[in-house]
Antibody
Framework: EVQLVESGGGLIQPGGSLRLSCAAS????????MSWVRQAPGKGLEWVSG????????YYADSVKGRFTISRDNSKNTLYLQMNSLRAEDTAIYYC??????????????WGQGTLVTVSS | QSVLTQPPSVSAAPGQKVTISCSGT????????VSWYQQLPGTAPRLLIY???KRPSGISDRFSGSKSGTSATLGITGLQTGDEADYYC???????????FGGGTKLTVL
């Protein structure tokens, strides 16, 4: 059974940093692209970033480019999102999601339960 | 960042059929597969349709998808109160090199 469990969310002041983690199980982690998707309170889904199975290719939404860094440790079956220079508008539930295939982000077959990040002073 | 365009809300009676549209561009829907997601209140999204018209195992055949040009459509037949949720379309944009989601459509089963 595929399981994705996010952690690392919390309350952080504007300008601060936070690292989210997503522990994966139930599949060959290194064979699949992974994504982070966020949802601000009462708003729709926004794709944040994606990384291919090998970790060699990363992609970002314009809204986070230069501030967020996605990475993965295939030996630990874990996905990360390093978030720097956080802003109030980054407040959201952050979901990690599993793609279909090592290089495709187009379809997100499995989602974690999400972790809440609140940026506020 | 641009998004795909969906109607904010749709409604229909139990047992009826509803369609939800999703409009994009040649760099998004026009050249990539479309996926659809259902988000029940207070839960994470789940994949309903992938590659325009395929259903993952466990998804009812009451849900269907189609694509034509730069638009896609989700169809739901035999509406049930349990179908009340937000529905999102999504696809890769080859120019932006990013996944785009529609703004979401809230389905109300009257």
């Amino acid at each position: 059974e595929v399981q994705l469990v996010e952690s690392g969310g919390g309350l952080i002041q504007p300008g601060g940093s936070l690292r989210l983690s997503c522990a994966a199980s139930g599949f060959i982690f290194s064979s699949y692209a992974m994504s982070w998707v966020r949802q601000a309170p009462g708003k729709g889904l926004e794709w944040v970033s994606g990384i291919i199975g090998s970790g060699g290719g990363t992609y970002y939404a314009d809204s986070v480019k230069g501030r967020f860094t996605i990475s993965r440790d295939n030996s630990k079956n874990t996905l990360y999102l390093q978030m720097n220079s956080l802003r109030a508008e980054d407040t959201a539930i952050y979901y990690c999601a599993k793609g279909q295939g090592s290089g495709s982000f187009n379809e997100l077959h499995y989602w974690g339960q999400g972790t809440l990040v609140t940026v506020s002073s | 960042q641009s998004v795909l365009t969906q109607p904010p809300s749709v409604s229909a009676a139990p047992g009826q059929k509803v369609t939800i549209s999703c409009s994009g561009t040649s760099s998004s829907i026009g050249n990539n597969y479309v996926s659809w997601y259902q988000q029940l209140p207070g839960t994470a999204p789940r994949l309903l349709i992938y590659e325009n018209d395929k259903r993952p195992s466990g998804i009812s055949d009451r849900f269907s998808g189609s694509k034509s040009g730069t638009s896609a459509t989700l169809g739901i037949t035999g509406l049930q109160t349990g179908d009340e949720a937000d529905y999102y379309c999504g696809t890769w944009d080859r120019s932006l090199k990013a996944v785009l989601f529609g703004g979401g459509t809230k389905l109300t089963v009257l």
